[in-house]
């Protein structure tokens, strides 16, 4: 049976529909991140685990019990901020000692779990500061051992890093995660960054418009990207309007040249073609599976990742190469070929998006 | 959360009920000129009495002298400050919260004690009594004038402005003032609603202002105070009002704050 | 090739170091645009409280002493000090209080938002209208033939004044200050209010605290310094207020405010350098005020950012 359970959890405003039919079953010390933009509901339905929210219906479990009629002060739930809400008035130390106090634990046990506290965040020489004593990373830190020290049952955390600048943002990232595969807590983590959702979680919830779009690994978010939607928001996309010569076969024919799938396409007359542009290769030998023929109309370069531009037919590709010393490109206006595998090729029509990979 | 929504419910009503209750009970009060009638006699009253007129634009006339001295002290200083010295900010705050530190009736007691005799025999003059309110009205000019100035890039404004080849004087009057209409009529109006009904000053310096004309006319008449109190209210109100309403289209957020005379 | 040190040889020199060149504020030139404010202030607000101080030191012949500071706390002008502090302290906390309450009916308390600025709108104008008019206003009011006097007699038989009630008394005083006071602290401590993050109460529950601990671990820790620093300043306010009390009370109350008023326009000490050290002990009283203030308020500013 699943730790954590959300069962046809629907959130109303009115008549605005917030969060519709969630439904997710999460291991026990799993790590999973509600992906999505402004206003798709991953903040609403994380604060109704937490219990700020109630459920206009569904039902939410952990460990097998019912918490939606609980208060939010008796479900054992940790809550990290984005904004750390760290009490104003207490040093790290008390602000961390807080729920121990309120749980009613002896004064030497709440010492020691404080120190165990301070050194999992490497903070031990702090403890004394004031929240307005510290930077955005350490108070953020703090509010994670906060949350931590009541060894809540499940983890919370509420776009954490998206106040902090951006180097810190990658160090602390990484701290999280460790952190939370020592203590192996459930977590739940809540983020409009995808970087961050791809490199930290066990499992992703795309979420829009109050919707899920797809729940899978970070591989599977990125490589088989089930509507048109996931596909679009994670990662660089080229989308091409393409006609279906034969759906069995998955043959398509793109800006007059022809391009075949790994595997059968939906029916229809137009379909778009979706590819990664990492996926694509300049091809002069033109040996790759499938070829398509252009001009180079731009190159930029990006740091570690050169883009080239090129038109095929009326239509823009983009394609992403490896920086190298030595790199020889042709020059813009000159004729090149794209290629790239049958994999590669993401083929949606009607809503849904056929990644047409090996089964 | 329904109990707490309540309670709030129950203070606000309290709170209304204290403030709209002695305006109502004034305005009805007021209406009560007329013997057995209710009607606008003691307004008739008042309007009619040369003297109302007579102190009205004396006070006026020594509000717009306020305005202009008050404005004239503090718009060169607190630009100065933001462009050539703000090292001294902290002084001319210090100074503009004096003020509170010295309410008016010492003020008055230390001026007439400075200025009654030689060398500098002021006591006689309205100069006296427009410094005296410009002093009273130094915290609300400079926290207007200041906020106009923070408000706008003044450095880069006045620094183009002189690329372009304009004086101190044009970028004054045509770059600067423009932009701080609203800060301009935040100072200017408070000033006025301070100045109008001042007592302390004017009765200590004998001059016949407006507060000192309503004092007296508290003392032998019943009803036409009461119209008084509404007139002055109103008029209060309609200044802050148009402070509130000019700032909030602009974006600022009018602190009309005011205090005790 | 392209990473040797800049200095190396004869390259441009650094130029002197912030430290090397003299004070800006030494510089003569930087004091012009000063001199006209500053002038003004020294000459129409320090120099005017100077010479109350050093009146407040002088005696009769002009030498210094101290007899003026002692004789401040005679018993009746004591008293008047004691009257006084008693209707600012009497004001401040009344009106700290119901302002708490009324500014966290509209913040924290939930109240749909046009109430807010409504509220806001109208203390901006409530606390600008004391004086003369304020008074008029409650005698006509709570007066012994005010409205309210009046409707109480007639409709529910209660005789106020029969019943030891007078608003022209030091409870009269009070709560016809208490119209100006009250929208000072509502002013005042909505910012506080408005900056206390709902999210410290969330994140208290969701550490298993409940509302009143949380309240009363953070909320009113956190709360205290704003409150107290606004109570400070509504005591300040209502010890140097004169003409509301002037028009309410005449010389009937014996405050500090009104005997000294008393004492510029006749001498009703019968010694002026006494009356010099009335006024400089209600100084030294604002000024404990305002340092008590400022000091809360950097403590405030630093918790609710």
Not at chain 3, 83 to 99: C, D
């Amino acid at each position: 049976m699943a730790f954590l359970e959300l069962s046809g959890v629907v959130k109303r405003f009115g008549r605005n529909v917030v969060v519709d039919d969630f439904e997710l079953a999460v291991a026990e010390g799993e790590f999973v991140s509600f992906l999505g933009g402004s206003g798709c509901g991953k903040t609403t339905t994380l604060r109704m685990i937490a219990g700020f929210e109630t459920p206009s219906a569904g039902s939410i479990r952990i460990g097998g019990t019912e918490v939606v009629p609980l208060a939010p002060n008796r479900r054992g739930v940790g809550m990290v901020f984005q904004n750390y809400a760290l009490f104003p008035n207490m040093t790290v130390r008390r602000n961390i000692a807080f729920g121990l106090r309120v749980a009613g634990w002896k004064p030497a046990d709440i010492t020691r779990r404080v120190e165990e506290m301070l050194a999992l965040i490497h903070m031990e020489e702090l403890g004394e500061r004031f929240p307005h004593q510290m930077s955005g990373g350490q108070q953020q830190r703090a509010s994670l051992a906060r949350a931590l020290a009541v060894r809540p049952r499940v983890l919370l955390l509420d776009e954490p890093l998206s106040a902090l600048d951006a180097k810190i943002r990658a160090s602390l990232r990484s701290e999280i995660r460790a952190i939370q595969r020592q203590t192996g807590i459930t977590t739940i983590y809540v983020t409009h960054d995808q970087e961050e959702a791809l490199s930290l979680s066990d499992r992703i919830v795309v979420m829009n418009a109050g919707r899920i779009e797809q729940v899978g690994t970070p591989f599977e978010i990125y490589n088989c990207p089930a509507t048109p939607f996931v596909a679009t928001f994670i990662g660089n996309l080229n989308l091409l309007e393409a006609e279906v010569a034969d759906a069995g076969l998955g043959l398509l024919t793109v800006a007059g040249q022809r391009v075949r799938a790994a595997g059968p396409v939906p029916d229809g007359s137009r379909v778009q073609l979706a590819l990664r542009p990492e996926m694509l290769t300049l091809d002069p030998a033109a040996e790759s599976a499938n070829c398509l023929a252009g001009t180079l109309a731009s190159v930029v370069f990006l740091g570690s990742i050169v883009r080239l531009g090129i038109t095929v037919g009326g239509l823009s590709v983009f394609l992403d190469q490896f920086n190298a010393p030595h790199l020889a490109l042709p020059e813009v206006g000159a004729p090149v070929t794209v290629g790239f595998p049958r994999e590669a090729c993401l083929v949606s029509g009607m809503g849904q998006m056929e990644s047409a990979s090996v089964a | 959360m329904r109990g707490r929504r309540g309670w709030s419910w129950f203070w606000m009503a309290l709170g209304a009920l204290y403030f709209f209750v002695p305006l109502l009970a004034t305005f009805l009060f007021s209406l009560h000129g007329k013997r057995g009638a209710l009607g606008f006699a003691a307004y008739h009253k008042v309007f009619a009495d040369p003297q109302f007129l007579q102190t009205f634009s004396f006070s006026l006339e020594m509000a717009v002298c306020t305005i202009i001295l008050g404005l004239a002290l503090f718009l060169p200083t607190v630009i100065w400050i933001h462009l050539r010295a703000p090292w001294a900010k902290p002084i001319v705050e210090i100074f503009s919260l004096l003020p509170f530190v010295i309410p008016p009736i010492v003020l008055v007691f230390g001026l007439i004690r400075l200025y009654s005799g030689p060398p500098i025999p002021l006591v006689q003059s309205r100069f006296l009594l427009v410094a005296g309110y410009v002093v009273l009205s130094f915290p609300y000019i400079y926290r207007s004038v200041d906020a106009g100035l923070r408000a706008m890039d003044l450095r880069g404004l006045s620094e183009a402005a002189q690329s372009l080849g304009a004086g101190w004087l044009t970028i004054m009057f045509k770059v600067i003032l423009p932009n701080m209409r609203v800060a301009l009529l935040s100072a200017t109006f408070l000033t006025f609603a301070i100045v109008i009904g001042e007592l302390t000053l004017a009765v200590m310096l004998a001059w016949p202002a407006f507060g000192p004309y309503m004092a007296l006319m508290g003392r032998d008449l019943a009803y036409e105070p009461a119209a008084l109190a509404i007139l002055s209210f109103m008029l209060t109100w309609g200044l802050i009002s148009v402070i509130q309403v000019v700032s909030r289209r602009v974006g600022g957020n009018g602190s009309s704050v005011g205090g005790a005379h | 090739m392209s990473l040797t040190a800049p200095y190396a040889e004869g390259g441009a020199r650094p130029a002197l170091p912030l430290r090397a060149r003299p004070a800006v504020w030494r510089q003569p030139r930087a004091w012009f645009g000063i001199v006209p404010f500053a002038a003004f202030a020294v000459a129409f607000m320090i120099l005017p409280a100077a010479s109350l101080f050093l009146g407040a030191f002088q005696d009769a012949q002009g030498g210094f002493t101290l007899a003026n500071v002692a004789h401040l706390f005679r018993p009746n002008i004591l008293s008047s000090y004691l009257v006084t502090i008693e209707v600012s302290a009497v004001t401040a906390l009344a009106g700290g209080l119901f302002g708490l309450l009324l500014a966290y009916a509209v913040t924290i308390g939930g109240l749909p938002k046009p109430l807010r600025s409504g509220l806001l709108t109208f203390c901006g104008v409530a606390s600008n209208f004391a004086g003369v008019p304020l008074a008029f206003a409650f005698i006509a009011t709570m007066g012994r033939v005010g409205m309210v006097t009046v409707l109480l007699r007639t409709v529910f038989g209660v005789n106020l004044y029969a019943h030891g009630f007078n608003l022209y008394s030091f409870w009269g005083l009070c709560l016809t200050y208490l119209y100006f006071q009250l929208p000072l602290m509502v002013l005042i401590i909505t910012p506080a209010l408005d900056g206390m993050k709902k999210e410290w109460l969330e994140a208290s529950q969701s550490l298993g605290a409940s509302r009143t601990r949380y309240w009363l671990e953070v909320g009113l820790p956190v709360l205290t310094p704003p409150l107290l620093s606004c109570m400070i300043l509504l005591f300040g306010n209502a010890f140097g207020a004169y003409a509301t009390a002037y028009a309410l009370t005449g010389g009937l109350l014996n405050l500090v405010p009104i005997l000294i008023g008393a004492q510029i326009q006749g001498d009703v000490l019968h010694d002026p350098n006494l009356g010099y050290a009335m006024a400089f002990g209600m100084v030294v009283v604002m000024t404990a005020c305002i340092l008590a203030y400022s000091g809360l308020q950097k403590r405030a500013s630093r918790w609710l950012r």
